[in-house]
């Protein structure tokens, strides 16, 4: 039998290989696709969330963390413990698996708010147990009307700013989307209102969670920028960076939370708060105690009144009996991923190697970032061969490139010809060049799924860590600096340069996986450009290394992201780096070490298998470890 890796990570139980598989449903004797118990049809709002049919266990410790859990009856996986039990609440209380997605990211927004909240956006996967569907929302922000060439140059020096200058201004700022992308999910698929589905998150808010390392960490790292704007260092920085196990409370953000529940997203993009948002994105509310210059952006009212979250089709690709479905453009994430998957399944990896798997996995996922850096962009604006790339005959030939005892010189200085492919080796290629990586390695994901079978996989964001650095005044949440995702330097030949109303390319890659038409698994992850090589990675993980999802999950990564050397976590350089360097691979850690950059990724996932048992699982230490929940526990299971 094939040796594996899972000597390189820690020892975990619950090996559940992928390919045994069957629809999610309610615990024994339920069935998948069963319409909801509080008399409503599915999709629809009642008056009032109804219970579940039989007495869930019992309900989680605040703030416990646990990286894997098993049961039946739903399940939620996130980076953080109080937004998982947000997320359960709602199941527990009868809503499904989009219900609780937004309730976790809205809870995400109270915890994580340097990854996540209002004043940004994300992408979303959805499958519907009931028509066996997959289906996404677009909720990526957007560049104003006056956005253009110079939006990154100083006026009055004629010169770029510099990139440090750029995020933290109000000239990063791009149309927030997430508040549009769960109202939009709620609408079409959700069966509580905003307001319910916000309820958690602003009791949460209101009295405050515990501060854990990671939060003190990104805050520490952030102080100087924060104090750079008033209301940010005020909320943050009141009493100097926050201390781990001390309580930190929002009251400005459940108060924002509840208007917003009780108004509705119009109270954004046509109203009260969205007129607040803009006069802080045009006038910054500079401190005067940094040298930061803070330039004021360009987004307006009408910019908020013009901005749709957009529900479009996935990405499919089949990858060794699995179908994977995954966000479209303006992500690149469903394509590059996909195109990875598709390069590696022209190889018979069956008998190889953990060492050699791997080399053609950072191989595959070079070439899939070059033709994502030649082809990739909004559709709105740019001709994005979405079906070329996800074509098993350019894969094939791209996969040609691979020597399986060499590794290529880096960056590829060719990206694949869309226009004329065949699957032979040898044929002509167009230029490109390495592009420049600005997307942070923030973010967060979320995966749920009910006791009807409806799974969701959402990934969302406001960008750097902490992104623009700017507080709203009063309102207790960041905004977004997702404009720098768009190239810095303006060519029009760019597929992502910066445009009016434009969506910036993105790496999110939330996922589902089916197998036979059901779904097995969910996942994503933050990471910035490091998202697809995450996901890539755990899949291949699975499916090719015969690893369970905690073993999956829990095993060192490595980013070939079309680059001179591989960023790779320092476990992964211990373990597999004389080997694969032996193919000409380098290798460097992502960051320094005790930093937020030193880690590459934090899944949050979700494994269907038979008769509906759930397998949460999140992070066992990256990101300070993730917290998996699921409604009824499955008794006598000790975790790792």
Not at 507 to 532: E, F, H, N, W, Y
Request: hydrophobic share 35%.
């Amino acid at each position: 039998m094939r040796r594996t890796l899972v000597a390189a990570v820690s020892t975990l139980s619950l090996a559940l290989p992928l390919a045994g598989t069957a629809a999610v449903g309610a615990p024994p004797g339920g069935s998948a696709g069963e319409p909801a118990k509080h008399g409503t049809s599915h999709g629809k709002k009642p008056g009032k969330p109804g219970k579940p049919g039989k007495k869930p266990g019992k309900p989680p410790r605040p703030g416990a963390k646990t990286p894997v859990a098993t049961g039946y009856g739903g399940a939620v996986s996130s980076v953080d413990a109080d937004a998982s039990a947000a997320g359960l609440e709602v199941l527990r209380r009868g809503g499904n698996a989009v219900d609780a997605a937004v309730a976790t990211a809205a809870a995400l927004g109270v915890t994580e708010p340097y990854s996540a909240g209002i004043g940004g956006g994300g992408y979303l996967v959805h499958y519907d147990a009931r028509t066996g569907k997959v289906s996404t929302l677009d909720g990526r922000e957007t560049a104003p009307a006056a956005a253009g060439p110079d939006t990154f140059v100083d006026p009055a020096t004629g010169q770029p700013y510099a990139f440090a200058d750029l995020v933290s201004s109000g000239r990063s700022v791009g149309v927030p989307g997430t508040p549009a992308t769960w109202e939009k999910a709620l609408d079409a698929w959700g069966s509580v209102s905003l307001k319910q589905a916000l309820a958690p998150a602003t009791r949460l808010a209101e009295r405050g969670f515990v501060v854990d390392d990671t939060f003190a960490l990104q805050t520490k790292e952030n102080a100087e920028r924060f104090a750079a704007f008033t209301p940010t260092a005020a909320l943050f920085l009141r009493n100097g960076v926050p201390k781990t196990g001390s309580r930190f409370r929002n009251p400005d953000l459940a108060r924002t939370y509840r208007l917003l529940g009780q108004r509705g997203t119009d109270w954004l993009y046509r109203g009260g708060l969205g007129a607040e948002v803009v006069d802080t994105v045009q006038q910054p509310p500079v401190s005067g105690t940094s040298d930061l210059p803070a330039p004021g952006g360009e987004m307006t009212r009408a910019d908020l009144r013009r901005y749709r979250a957009l529900q479009q089709a996935p990405t499919k690709v089949g990858y060794r009996g699995h179908d994977v479905y995954s966000m479209a453009p303006s992500s690149s994430g469903g394509t590059t991923v996909g195109e990875t998957l598709n390069i590696l399944e022209q190889i018979d990896t069956s008998a190889m190697t953990p060492t050699q798997v791997l080399h053609h996995y950072l191989e595959a996922t070079a070439l899939a970032f070059a033709d994502r850096a030649e082809q990739v962009g909004d559709p709105a604006y740019v001709d994005v061969p979405t079906e070329v790339l996800l074509d098993d005959v350019f894969a094939k030939e791209r996969a040609c490139l691979i020597d399986p005892d060499t590794a290529a010189p880096k960056p590829w200085t060719e990206a694949g010809d869309v226009t004329s492919y065949d699957g032979v080796c040898g044929g002509e290629q167009a230029g490109v060049g390495a592009e420049q990586d600005t997307e942070n390695i923030s973010t967060t994901h979320l995966s749920t799924a009910d006791r009807w079978g409806n799974v969701v996989s959402y990934t969302l964001t406001i960008e750097q860590t902490g992104g623009s650095g700017i507080v709203v005044p009063g309102r207790g949440f960041l905004l977004n600096n997702e404009l720098t995702d768009f190239s810095l330097a303006y060519d029009a030949e760019d597929p992502n340069r910066i445009e009016p109303g434009k969506r910036p390319r993105s790496s999110m890659a939330p996922t589902i996986v089916l197998r036979d038409g059901k779904p097995v698994l969910a996942l994503g992850s933050p990471g910035g450009a490091t998202i697809i090589t995450t996901v890539a990675q755990v899949l291949l993980n699975m499916i090719d290394l015969d690893m369970s999802l905690p073993q999956a999950v829990a095993a060192p990564r490595a980013s070939q992201r079309n680059t001179a050397g591989v960023s790779a976590e320092q476990a992964f350089i211990d373990a597999y780096g004389p080997a694969l360097g032996g193919y000409g691979h380098t290798f460097a850690p992502p960051g320094a070490p005790g930093t937020s950059a030193a880690e590459i990724g934090a899944v949050a996932a979700i494994r269907i298998g038979e008769r509906g048992r759930l397998t949460a699982v999140a992070e066992p230490s990256r990101r300070g470890g993730g917290s998996a929940l699921v409604v009824h526990p499955r008794r006598g299971h000790s975790y790792p």
